[in-house]
């Protein structure tokens, strides 16, 4: 049956070219949306990587003043003679007129002792 003109006035007529037209914008705009997400992921994985690493730095920042804590706490003058005391040392203090200082003359190579 040959088609009325009424039919034929309104049907869509869609060309070839559009049609390749619209595939290739399809597959260039879902191309662009992947590469999106992808630069996202990577984005989003240096930031972790930075975030672990700041919390690293932190960690050994504390352990780092902990043992300057503990090691002043362990060389503290006051600390080591009470601990001497307590473990019933033969260490004792050095009385200050028993200190000599010897220094170096800067031309001769000899040391000068001063008390």
């Known amino acids: ?26 597959v260039l705009v ?6 999106y997400s992808l ?4 984005q989003v994985a240096v930031r972790t990587e930075i975030n ?8 050994s920042n504390l352990n780092t003043n902990q043992y300057q804590a503990k090691s002043n706490a362990l ?7 009470d601990r001497l005391s307590q473990d019933r040392s033969a260490l004792r203090d050095i009385d200050r007129n028993q200190i000599e200082l010897a220094r ?6 000899y040391a000068v002792i001063h008390r």
């Open 1 to 26: 049956m040959p088609p009325s003109s009424n039919s034929t006035r309104y049907a869509d007529q869609v060309s070839f070219s559009f049609l390749v037209w619209m595939v290739l914008f399809a």
């Open 30 to 35: 879902s191309a662009g949306g992947i590469s």
């Open 75 to 81: 060389t503290n003058r006051w600390a080591m003679r």
């Open 52 to 59: 672990n690493i700041n919390r690293e730095i932190v960690v």
């Open 104 to 109: 170096r003359l800067q031309d001769s190579g």
């Open 39 to 42: 630069i996202k992921n990577d």
